[in-house]
């Protein structure tokens, strides 16, 4: 993708994945009714799942490009996998909350599925509007 970014900035994206990370930990040790109280307003479970890992896509995708000088097809996969797995662990992680179901494979897949459009995003509108010399993934 280039050569990497400022330690600063570096360092500041994989702050965003570490918080990210553990923000989506310690919803996932919440009861729902712990949630049901947290959450200002009601909203699709599956819509929710997406688009915490939307956000997760973006947070990795933006350390990765910031990080590495990998193509842009690796860091989509390496976003993409990583976070993929994640959310495995996660849906895991809730089978020994109290209250909680886990395990479910539509969680899992809406989570895969965000953090895959957040790394296609973020790659998509970086190579475009950053390194506008570099091809962008709709134009390769």
């Known amino acids: 993708m280039n050569r990497p970014a400022p330690k600063w900035l570096r360092k500041?994206?994989?702050?965003g994945v570490g918080i990210w990370a553990s923000a989506i930990t310690i919803l996932s040790?919440?009861?729902?009714?712990?949630?049901?109280?947290?959450?200002?307003?009601?909203i699709w479970d599956k819509a929710a799942h997406f688009s915490a890992f939307f956000v997760?896509?973006?947070?990795?995708?933006l350390a990765l490009c910031w990080s590495t000088g990998w193509s842009w097809k690796r860091?989509?996969?390496?976003?993409?996998?990583?976070?993929?797995?994640?959310?495995?662990?996660?849906?895991i992680h809730?089978?020994?909350?109290?209250?909680?179901?886990?395990?479910?494979?539509?969680?899992w897949s809406a989570d895969t599925l965000g953090a895959l459009t957040g790394a296609?995003?973020?790659v998509f509108v970086y190579a475009r509007y950053f390194h506008p010399s570099l091809p962008a993934p709709a134009r390769a």
């Not at 109290?98 to 494979?105: I, Q």
């Open 12 to 15: 500041l994206a994989w702050w």
């Open 29 to 42: 040790s919440m009861t729902p009714p712990q949630i049901a109280e947290f959450a200002p307003f009601q």
């Open 56 to 61: 997760g896509g973006i947070n990795l995708a």
């Open 75 to 91: 860091v989509i996969a390496v976003t993409a996998i990583a976070l993929c797995v994640f959310g495995a662990v996660d849906e």
């Open 94 to 107: 809730q089978l020994y909350t109290p209250n909680r179901f886990g395990a479910d494979v539509f969680d």
């Open 120 to 122: 296609l995003l973020t």
